[in-house]
């Protein structure tokens, strides 16, 4: 089992930055990607952005140029600038296994004020 541990979430004005991070541990030894994915009340939970073993990196369209994951073996980053109000949500770790298995960490709020 992977275990997903996330941090950084919070309010934040218009305009401003949040860095989220999240800490793999477990059966980290056959990690292969690992991301973020965000909920926000009433919709579908979405892919924001993903980056795989070898750091090939890809991102929602919403968040292309504002958002940047970045990866440190077994810490995922989401570096978040020019936060808008519609990024408010709940932002959820995942990791992929060479197994195909999914992960998902607990949830971290991002609420962005207008």
């Known amino acids: 089992q992977v275990q997903l541990a996330e941090s950084g979430g919070g309010l934040v004005q218009a305009g401003g930055s949040l860095r989220l991070s999240c800490a793999a541990s477990?059966?980290?030894?056959?990690?292969?990607?690992m991301g973020w994915y965000r909920q926000a009340p009433g919709k579908q939970r979405e892919l924001v952005a993903g980056i795989t073993g070898g750091g090939s990196t890809n991102y929602a369209d919403s968040v292309k140029g504002r958002f940047t994951i970045s990866r440190d073996t077994l810490t995922v980053y989401l570096q978040m600038n020019s936060l808008k109000p519609e990024d408010t949500a709940v932002y959820y770790c995942w990791a992929q296994s060479t197994d195909w298995g999914n992960y998902w960490g607990q949830g971290t709020q991002v609420t962005v004020s207008s």
């Open positions: 477990g059966s980290i030894f056959n990690i292969n990607s």
